[in-house]
């Protein structure tokens, strides 16, 4: 049992529950960009929020099935059309054996999400399978899908899952313009000026250095008086460091695990998802918020969300 890949697209990986516990060893938790529209999409095919499926970045890409299963799409794709007839994200899509899916370019926002109900046979290290793109490991023998490539997978069941439909209120809304809050950085008060304040007083641009590691924030740049010769230190997924540049750079999924940069801020755990639609050309303002009110505001999403997702974890 299989998909063929017809088209690949610009950056096409399976991705799925990031690698954690391994930091230690210089491991990225890498996994999928934004891993709430992975779980939306799962849940629609009857999978837990974790399970592989396939990320599409920015461009058109296309799959033919070779064998009948259900699918879910969810993310910023401009359109999903199965034989060509235009279908609906957010819901359940049953195929045959030999139909063709076309998911269109991400428009606005930056990567969709193709879930399928059987599980994909990903390459596994370290309790995972999600692809790491640096050092070529996991998901498809560790790199992006090209076109031809054939992806097994096996039947979780004989019986195909029910067909569900996101609840509306629970559908993320995808924009150009995004708000994320953050907490601030071990070292921002350790700096001259106060950088944190700063960076939250001013809208920043996605620069064209943005890929699964990070994001180059353009804008008014920042004092850079007191950063130098920091030892490296912990770095994770939404820190934001800053260069000698003075422009801000917003860690993302395959972020290193120690940085030399001093680090002024964190996004909140709730908000980090949106990270995985930041392209460039994107604009962000940030907000200030304290790591007590940042805990309150990951328990109350989680609530939301596990009315229709049942227990689910955003990293």
Not at 261 to 288: N, T
Request: proline share 6%.
């Amino acid at each position: 049992m299989s998909i063929l890949v017809l088209k690949a697209g610009l950056q096409t990986t399976l991705q799925g529950a990031p690698f954690t516990g391994h930091r230690h060893l210089g491991m990225p938790a890498a996994g999928a960009a934004d891993c709430l529209s992975l779980a939306l999409a799962n849940h629609l095919v009857g999978k837990p929020s974790g399970d592989i499926a396939i990320e599409i970045t920015l461009t058109e890409a296309a799959f033919e099935m070779k064998e009948a299963c259900s699918i879910a799409v969810v993310g910023a794709a401009e359109y999903i059309r199965i034989n060509g007839q235009d279908h609906a994200q957010h819901q359940t899509l049953r195929l045959s054996a030999g139909d063709r899916i076309d998911i269109g370019p991400s428009r606005p926002g930056c990567r969709s999400y193709l879930a399928i109900s059987a599980k994909i046979d990903a390459d596994r290290l370290l309790g995972g399978g999600s692809t790491y793109l640096a050092a070529g490991l996991g998901g498809f023998h560790g790199r992006s899908l090209k076109n031809q490539d054939i992806i097994p997978f096996s039947q979780i069941s004989t019986s195909l899952p029910v067909e569900r439909t996101t609840p509306p209120d629970l559908r993320p809304h995808f924009s150009d313009d995004h708000m994320l809050r953050v907490t601030r950085g071990p070292e921002a008060d350790k700096l001259q000026d106060d950088i944190f304040e700063a960076l939250c007083e001013r809208p920043y641009a996605i620069g064209a250095r943005a890929n699964r590691m990070g994001m180059a924030l353009e804008g008014e740049t920042l004092s850079t008086s007191d950063s130098s010769n920091m030892p490296s230190a912990a770095v994770f997924p939404g820190t934001i460091q800053l260069p000698p540049s003075g422009q801000p750079y917003l860690l993302g999924p395959d972020a290193q695990t120690t940085g030399g940069y001093p680090r002024i801020a964190q996004v909140i755990r709730a908000d980090r998802h949106l990270i995985g639609q930041l392209g460039s050309g994107s604009r962000i303002q940030f907000v200030h918020t304290t790591t007590e009110r940042a805990t309150e505001i990951y328990r109350e999403k989680l609530s939301l969300l596990s009315s229709w997702l049942g227990q689910i974890n955003l990293w």
